[in-house]
């Protein structure tokens, strides 16, 4: 089995808040994967005394070792109960109500000789690459569902000129009407503090002999296809496949200094995104 994991952040001046592990049990049956992408909070308060990196690192390892000790727990179970696992670890310290208590999108996969098991929650990306070599996306897209009106004002924000303070504060309102549908009904939703919303994420099941690879990846990594159109999701889980990840968060480093170089602005306020990858093929 060939299993490759990489990551890099964003500004070497902050901690990278992504997390990414692999658990292999010591029965050498099966297997997990986590990939988590923190939400990096506004700089004002959060409620919580615990940093994103903190929350990642608590939930993912938490993740990482029931995926692979509770194998009679679904994905949905195993999500809900590492988040209030996690959220226990603090709730005497923090308020937990605040809506930007720290929080992570997740892709989680399992697998034994008889199937791949799989969840994705927010808008992290799956790659399943089939016996054909065909490759499927497992998205949830809820964040490109939002209503109308925020669309409208994300569309403002960048037909206006950069640097100018009317930019800035179109910005800042859009930012403002996507947080307020975060963790909502009808709007979009991470993993904080509420292990209710395990059933918001995305699941499925394929037989293992239909999956060959799989590729995990923070939206980071992502703006590959996302951002740049370097290709489709087949043409990014190639790279993967035959480069390693690292050498596909290279590639976006490179597409994010070029754009700056030109004179456009950064992609959603952030000139480089922390960024992870991690693939598995049996």
């Not at 109500?97 to 989680?108: E, I, Y």
């Not at 697998?111 to 790659?127: A, F, I, K, P, Q």
């Not at 949830?140 to 504060?169: H, I, M, N, W, Y």
């Not at 200094?257 to 602005?265: C, E, F, I, K």
Request: aromatic share 6%; glycine share 8%; hydrophobic share 40%.
């Amino acid at each position: 089995m060939r299993i490759e994991l990489a990551t890099d952040p964003g500004a070497l001046e902050r901690p990278n808040e992504d997390y990414t592990s692999v658990a292999l049990p010591a029965s050498g049956t099966g297997g997990s994967l986590v990939l988590l992408d923190g939400v990096t909070p506004p700089p004002d308060d959060t409620g919580c005394l615990h940093s994103v990196h903190w929350f990642t690192a608590h939930l993912g390892g938490k993740l990482g070792e029931l995926s692979v000790s509770r194998r009679d727990l679904t994905l949905r179970d195993i999500l809900g109960t590492a988040i209030l696992h996690t959220a226990d670890t603090h709730r005497d310290t923090c308020d937990l109500s605040h809506p930007r208590t720290p929080q992570a999108t997740v892709v989680l996969v399992r697998w034994d000789d008889e199937r791949v098991e799989y969840l994705v929650l927010s808008d992290s990306v799956l790659l399943l690459a089939g016996a054909e070599g065909e490759v499927e996306a497992v998205l949830d897209d809820r964040l490109d569902r939002l209503p109308e009106r925020v669309g409208a004002l994300r569309d403002a924000t960048r037909a206006l000129p950069v640097g100018s303070q009317e930019r800035k504060e179109t910005g800042r309102t859009y930012v403002a009407a996507v947080e307020a549908l975060r963790n909502t009904e009808g709007g979009f939703h991470t993993a904080a503090a509420d292990p209710s919303v395990a059933d918001r994420a995305v699941t499925g099941v394929r037989p293992r002999a239909e999956v060959w690879a799989v590729a995990a990846l923070t939206d980071g990594a992502g703006r590959f296809v996302e951002t740049f159109d370097e290709g489709d999701w087949r043409d990014c889980f190639s790279v993967i496949a035959k480069e390693g990840p690292q050498s596909l968060i290279d590639r976006v480093r490179a597409l994010e200094d070029a754009h700056l170089a030109s004179g456009a602005a950064p992609v959603a306020w952030k000139a480089h995104d922390d960024a992870a990858v991690v693939y598995a093929e049996w």
